[in-house]
């Protein structure tokens, strides 16, 4: 069985053919809209997506890599994504570092910083 694509705004998001996909279902038949990357709606959608990760109704995050908590996971980073223990002391910028693409995450507000 294949991977399952992230979905954003109701888009699949396929990375490796660079575009955008949703199907939608009229009384005539599905409508299936494919939007590139490198075109001005895409390049929007990719500005929004990238903006910061999903978080579902169970508080289940999943990167813009496609990484979740059950995949690859994420850990507790300092300010330049090193990883650090979840202690007072050590980690005292509320980040976490996704496992797969190495992004910085802020906890609180999930926007992806760097």
């Known amino acids: 069985m294949g991977k399952e694509l992230p979905v954003f705004k109701g888009y699949s998001v396929d ?3 660079e575009e955008f996909r ?5 009384d005539e038949g599905p409508d299936i809209e494919f939007v590139p990357f490198d ?3 895409g390049q929007q959608l990719l500005s929004e997506m ?3 990760i999903h978080v579902d109704e169970f508080d289940e995050w999943t990167c813009i890599c496609g990484n ?29 570092r996704c ?7 802020n906890q609180a507000t999930h926007e992806i910083v760097a």
């Open 15 to 17: 990375r490796r053919l």
């Open 39 to 41: 075109s001005p709606q």
């Open 50 to 52: 990238e903006a910061e």
């Open 68 to 96: 979740t908590s059950l995949d690859e996971g994420f850990y507790p980073c300092d300010a330049e994504g090193n990883m650090v223990e979840p202690t007072i002391e050590d980690w005292t910028t509320n980040l976490y």
């Open 22 to 26: 949703r199907v939608r279902y009229h």
């Open 99 to 105: 496992g797969r693409c190495f992004r910085k995450i």
